[in-house]
């Protein structure tokens, strides 16, 4: 009789990879991966254990398992590994697994993995139920979360300037010190058929309600919808911002005059001198067209 408390075994000799950034969340991402490679090698599957020695290295690893056929690719990281797993995976058909050991972790929040039990989410690659869901393009490149293009992404630009502190308080240092000299941002945003042009703080493209480790600036926004939202923040003084600014990221912020939400399938934004980070990893100066990619991706949640 099959106990429902033992994860039903793979055929032995499914192939997969793990590739680690034994890094993240402060050294967690090489125990992690410890406790999960003996538990998937345990239930039957052939592992080839990756690992980069920095970004480029470790996102050719990842194209290469793809091209040789891998069952699935499996990152154990945060969302920063996430990010570079997905530019291997999108499209191909080959499924993406996730061993959470990161700081933020809002991919796996969204998918209901166990974000500190690294076995219980090796678990759920042993299980392998698929789930499909959307992606955000913008020319080559993908983004799972929300790409933050006003004033989140200045702070962070200054925060990855910054050796000291280490972990939020760097992210709050980098915020105070924005502010002093912030001015808002001319933006053109095309929104499908609609042409914006807004004075704002910051703009948000979601593919899903969060990003920095649950801050729901995007709330609302479903995986599956075939649909970007958009927040827009107008205008406001800095006093109002300072005093909105924890507000932003409980995804309580209906009831701010200047909070500005549409959903769509395609945005263009442009604003002088503004470089966008996605899922948290830097990634590219406005002007950028952003498309929703139906179905684009396939998880094992």
């Known amino acids: 009789m099959h106990d429902p408390a033992v994860p039903d075994r793979p055929v032995r000799g499914r192939e997969i990879a793990l590739l680690t950034n034994p890094t993240a969340g402060r050294g967690r991402g090489a125990r992690h991966r ?3 490679l003996t538990r998937l090698r345990e239930s039957g599957f052939v592992v080839r254990n990756l690992q980069g020695r920095d970004a480029d290295e470790a996102a050719d690893l990842a194209r290469a398992c793809v091209t040789d056929g891998v069952e699935a690719l499996v990152v154990c990281g945060g ?5 570079l ?10 499924p993406l697994g ?3 050991s990161g700081t933020g972790n809002d991919v796996a929040r969204y ?3 166990p974000r500190t039990d690294p076995v219980a989410a090796a678990d759920r690659i042993i299980a392998s139920r698929l789930r499909t869901i959307d992606l955000a393009r913008s020319g080559e490149r993908w983004f799972v979360t929300v790409l933050a293009a006003g004033f989140d992404a200045i702070v962070n630009e200054r925060a990855n300037t910054m050796t000291w502190p280490r972990g939020q308080m760097r992210y709050n240092l980098a915020t105070l010190a924005e502010l002093r000299t912030f001015r808002p941002i001319p933006y053109v945003l095309q929104l499908d058929d609609e042409t914006m042009e ?3 703080m910051l703009v948000a493209v979601g593919n899903g309600p969060s990003f920095g480790g649950g801050l729901r600036i ?7 919808d075939g649909l970007l939202d958009v927040v827009v923040i107008t205008r406001m003084s800095k006093s109002k911002l300072v005093r909105s600014y924890p507000r932003l990221f409980t995804g309580r912020i209906d009831g701010v005059a200047e909070y500005v939400h549409r959903r769509v399938r395609t945005v263009t934004v ?6 966008s980070y996605a899922d948290g990893e830097r990634f590219g100066p406005l002007p950028l067209t952003i498309e929703c990619v139906p179905g684009a991706l396939d998880v094992i949640a």
Not at 85 to 94: E, I, K, L, R, S
Not at 270 to 275: E, K, L
């Open 98 to 100: 996730l061993i959470p």
């Open 198 to 200: 807004r004075e704002a």
């Open 270 to 275: 442009a604003a002088p001198g503004i470089v």
């Open 85 to 94: 797993g997905v530019q291997a995976v999108a499209g191909t058909g080959t």
């Open 79 to 83: 969302d920063g590994l996430v990010h």
């Open 218 to 224: 995007t709330e609302g926004a479903l995986l599956d």
């Open 34 to 36: 410890d406790a999960a």
């Open 111 to 113: 998918l209901g993995i």
